[in-house]
């Protein structure tokens, strides 16, 4: 028989489990199935050397801060929870899209896995700002749930499924016309099709129903919080901080001076591609930040070359020269008068 070298090992003893941890992973309505799918997660974690799926890796992580919150009282404690388990998830899913010889941005990347920006925005606020409220946290959360079972675990369902079905028109053919070269091509099917890391099952009805009203109203949710918490641009931004523009066609704001100083400026900052975050704090937390300081000493310099820094320590050097001369003539005159 011939080899096949698309065979892969994987961590699950065979598509039930994978299937069991699935269902039991998004069974919202029922905590301890939960905890026994992150069990089963653990088991394949610990045979796997680190050569987990990513998304199987990251659903557990967020399924894992959900539950440990009825643990938590502490209000701090619990968005702290929450942020690490967004941060780490969205960072793990655009680190793996770094494959470029220069380090693309986090919005760039997520943008070409289909995040939502507003989810890069939490992360973000998450990550250099002040932490977001516990609510936003958790929509960010279930949109983050709600992404993985889209991309990875329906997916791969679906992937599989079509397997089984191509392979049961094999088995029907070689049954009709049976040979030794058939056989082999059924054969390499099967490793082919055989059970990697790429599978899924559905969820129960019930359970399913509530998850997916709850997912997808995530971001209708989060964008309405804004409006009625008033977390929309204000015109006042503007005369306040005179360093930012807003752009109302994109429904952004950024910092002009940075983008006038891309060689100075942060690249990988929210200000200088374009935020949608409307918070006073991220605004005050720019105007505050290094990249930022240099940005507009550059513009200044520029505006007015005579006011830097160094042309006034020129300016100041030229005045003790100066007067180290005229001791000196001074010196001179006298010596050569007496003499």
Not at 49 to 71: F, M, Q, V, W
């Amino acid at each position: 028989m011939a080899s096949n070298s698309t065979t892969r090992v994987v961590f699950w003893q065979n598509r039930e489990e994978w299937l069991y941890v699935y269902k039991a992973l998004f069974n919202f309505d029922d905590a301890a199935a939960q905890r026994k799918g992150l069990d089963r997660v653990d088991a394949w974690r610990s045979r796997s050397a680190g050569k987990l799926p990513l998304a199987i890796d990251c659903t557990a992580y967020l399924i894992s801060a959900e539950l440990s919150l009825g643990n938590v009282t502490c209000s701090m404690q619990r968005k702290l929870i929450l942020a690490m388990a967004i941060v780490r998830f969205v960072n793990g899913m655009t680190d793996q899209e770094q494959k470029g010889l220069y380090g693309r941005t986090v919005q760039s990347l997520a943008a070409e896995i289909g995040l939502p920006d507003w989810l890069v925005e939490l992360r973000h606020d998450a990550t250099h700002m002040r932490l977001p409220s516990l609510e936003s946290l958790k929509w960010g959360l279930y949109e983050g749930l709600k992404w993985l079972k889209t991309e990875y675990w329906e997916a791969q369902s679906i992937l599989h499924d079509g397997n089984e079905d191509k392979l049961l028109q094999l088995l029907i053919d070689f049954k009709i016309t049976p040979d030794v070269s058939r056989a082999e091509s059924i054969a390499n099917t099967v490793c082919t099709c055989n059970f990697c890391d790429e599978v899924q099952s559905t969820v129960p009805a019930n359970s399913q129903e509530g998850t997916e009203q709850k997912e997808s109203t995530s971001r209708e949710t989060y964008e309405q919080k804004r409006k009625v918490t008033g977390r929309g641009f204000r015109k006042e931004w503007l005369s306040e901080f005179v360093w930012l523009d807003y752009n109302e066609k994109e429904g952004q704001m950024h910092c002009k001076v940075c983008r006038d100083f891309p060689n100075i400026a942060d690249k990988n900052s929210s200000f200088f591609s374009g935020s949608k975050s409307f918070h006073v704090s991220n605004i005050k937390g720019h105007n505050e930040s290094h990249c930022h300081a240099m940005c507009v000493e550059a513009q200044k310099a520029r505006e007015a070359p005579t006011s830097t820094p160094i042309r006034l320590g020129l300016r100041n050097l030229n005045a003790l020269t100066e007067e180290k001369l005229v001791k000196l003539f001074n010196t001179t005159y006298y010596i050569a008068k007496n003499e």
